[in-house]
């Protein structure tokens, strides 16, 4: 399975900030859209991400409130990406490895889509929910040894 399956079925609705937007307007919209992440794009590119991690610890810093904290100062600015050809196996380590909960999806130089570890972690089990399903059904038309050697007779 690769990222561009999660995405078909996830769709392309984006939410993003500006870098010099005040932190206090993307935690409005983070907690608006009830999301955990939103990307951070400067004259069309993408120049970061600002998840609920990074605003956490802007707060901490700033002694309890976001203050006049900007989406600059808080943001990640090298998220870890990936491609929508990349495989759902190498995600999941790559994720679990960085302890990130969302990711960028880019072709070259375009922001296709942000897939969340829900969003890998659902497919994953849904692929799985399919392949048992599968699997029980074949069990249960598995002929008898009875009914095999009375055909080969």
């Not at 610890?57 to 491609?83: E, F, W, Y």
């Not at 399919?130 to 040894?145: C, G, Q, T, V």
Request: charged fraction near 25%; charge should be negative.
């Amino acid at each position: 399975m690769k990222v561009s399956d999660i995405l078909r079925v996830k769709g392309t609705v984006l939410y993003s900030v500006t870098p010099s937007q005040p932190l206090s307007d993307a935690v409005d919209i983070m907690s608006g859209k009830d999301i955990g992440s939103l990307v951070v794009i400067e004259s069309g590119d993408l120049v970061g991400m600002l998840t609920f991690r990074e605003v956490i610890l802007a707060i901490v810093k700033n002694g309890g409130s976001v203050g006049g904290t900007t989406v600059r100062a808080a943001m990640d600015d090298h998220p870890m990406t990936c491609t929508s050809e990349t495989d759902l196996d190498e995600v999941r380590r790559m994720m679990l490895d960085r302890h990130a909960r969302y990711m960028p999806v880019m072709d070259k130089r375009m922001l296709m889509g942000v897939i969340s570890l829900y969003d890998v972690a659902k497919a994953v089990v849904d692929s799985q929910n399919f392949e048992n399903k599968m699997l029980k059904a074949y069990i249960r038309d598995w002929p008898s040894e009875e009914s095999a050697e009375h055909k080969a007779s």
